[in-house]
């Protein structure tokens, strides 16, 4: 699982994710959650099996038919039921659940909108935000009381009270959250990434996982 925040405006976009990917009960991986999109002025986002979000934006770049948030819409059902399909073959029916995020530019509504896409309703369209001016969400949802940042010391403080929570946790139950917080905004044809903030157990989880690729060899 992952942790996730996004800020979804009629002209602007903020999506926020962690990088740590576990597996088997410990750190296997520093990887990208989110996947830009930028000549559909769009972001994928996922929470859940990492894989899945890697291989269906490979597919997307195989893809011509998209030419917005909208029609990509139109052709991402689908598409993920068959990546599914191939994950389970793969892996067997324990594969955890997923959510698909997109946000991005819709040409017939001249703004932003967000898609959901969950495992858990065999990957139908939700359009999320269609009636609000501005929507957020953030998961895994904080245990106390928060407010919705309003710059970027409140959004790393924000992830960093939803670490905290998880961590309290009994580890059967807990999304790990983990690496770099990496930012991507978007606004009106211009984007733009980066990481704004490196959890402090970093490298002590770099080290356990080059162990564990030196073991495994």
Known sequence: MSFLYMDVRADAVTVVTDTLAYKDGRPAAFVAKSFPLPHLESVIALTGVAELGWLWWQKLQSIGLALDVDTLDEITPPALRELQHGLLCLHGDGLDTSTVYHVGWSYAQSRYLLYAYRSTNDFESELLNVAAPESHLVKPSPVSAFEWPTDQVALV??????????????????????????????????????????????????EQMVEAYHRAR
Do not use: K
């Not at 917080?181 to 770099?206: D, P």
């Open 157 to 206: 403080t924000l992830a960093e009270q939803v670490r905290d929570d998880e961590l309290a946790l009994p580890p059967e139950d807990r999304v790990n959250i983990g690496g770099d917080l990496v930012v991507t905004h978007c606004s009106l044809g211009s984007m733009t990434s980066g990481r704004i903030h490196r959890f402090s157990n970093f490298y002590e989880q770099w």
